[in-house]
């Protein structure tokens, strides 16, 4: 695998900015104004912490300095999840609306645990020469 050009062509920053999306455009619009200040903001702020950690992990020399930052994201990804479950208990989405995320939320963290596999490969092979 070739270094990337940018964070924007890793598949575990596209999957992760895709359900950032789909939280942005499907899930917040739905909740009532009550929660402005509680869920609707944290659900927000892990949603764009998945994205940002990624592209942060992305910018660092260091593959452990790197890491840090792609396990803060599959942490983030954690919390959306149980935001959504959260979400779905009170009634503010549908069972449907969280089954596709949730799969999105999984899929996201499967991806980016690939990723990191990858990453600790080509480290561990790196040390070998």
Not at 6 to 24: G, P, S, V
Not at 30 to 37: D, G, H, T, V
Request: hydrophobic residues 40%; charged residues 25%; proline residues 2%.
């Amino acid at each position: 695998m070739e270094r990337s050009e940018t964070f924007e062509d890793l598949n575990c920053w596209q999957i992760a900015y895709k359900l950032k999306n789909e939280i942005r455009t499907v899930v917040l619009p739905l909740f009532p104004n009550s929660e402005k200040f509680e869920l609707k903001s944290q659900l927000l702020r892990a949603a764009r912490s998945a994205t940002a950690n990624i592209a942060e992990g992305w910018g660092r020399f260091h593959y452990l300095d790197s890491n840090k930052f792609y396990y803060n994201s599959r942490g983030s990804l954690c919390e959306i999840l149980d935001h959504l479950i959260e979400a779905k208990d009170e009634g503010y989405i549908s069972n449907e609306i969280y089954s596709s995320l949730r799969v999105l939320v999984l899929e996201s963290i499967k991806v980016l645990n690939g990723f990191i596999f990858y990453l600790k490969r080509e480290h561990l092979n790196s040390l070998k020469k």
